[in-house]
């Protein structure tokens, strides 16, 4: 069982930047994966960043180069650092990982990008 809990959102105008931190209840946690997710409004929930055990990076086309995610093993915490924020970033983001092949989900944080 693992347990995921997000923190650091909060209400930005449209430029700025957020830090959104996801901290794991396990042991395991460098050998997992952290990825991140976000869900807006009336909107499918959509994959947006992924962190590997061995920190191999991958991100959605629409937040490269703005987003960046990390992870500090010894803190069992992962990251999203979120730069030039927009509103159609706005949602709540959500940190999962995957153990054993089960699947665990954080209950989400909020962002809202105002204009």
């Known amino acids: 069982q693992v347990h995921l809990v997000e923190s650091g959102g909060g209400l930005v105008q449209a430029g700025g930047s957020l830090r959104l931190s996801c901290t794991a209840s396990?042991?395991?946690?460098?050998?997992?994966?952290i990825e991140w997710f976000r869900q807006g409004s009336g909107k499918q929930r959509e994959w947006v960043a992924r962190?590997?055990?061995?920190?191999?990076?991958t991100y959605l086309d629409s937040v490269r180069g703005r987003f960046t995610v990390s992870r500090d093993n010894a803190k069992n915490t992962g990251y999203l650092q979120m730069i030039s924020l927009q509103p159609e970033d706005t949602g709540t983001y959500y940190c999962?990982?995957?153990?054993?092949?089960?699947?665990?989900w954080g209950p989400g944080a909020q962002v809202t990008v105002s204009p």
């Open positions: 999962k990982t995957s153990l054993m092949a089960r699947d665990y």
């Open positions: 396990t042991t395991l946690f460098s050998f997992i994966p």
């Open positions: 962190i590997t055990n061995d920190r191999t990076t």
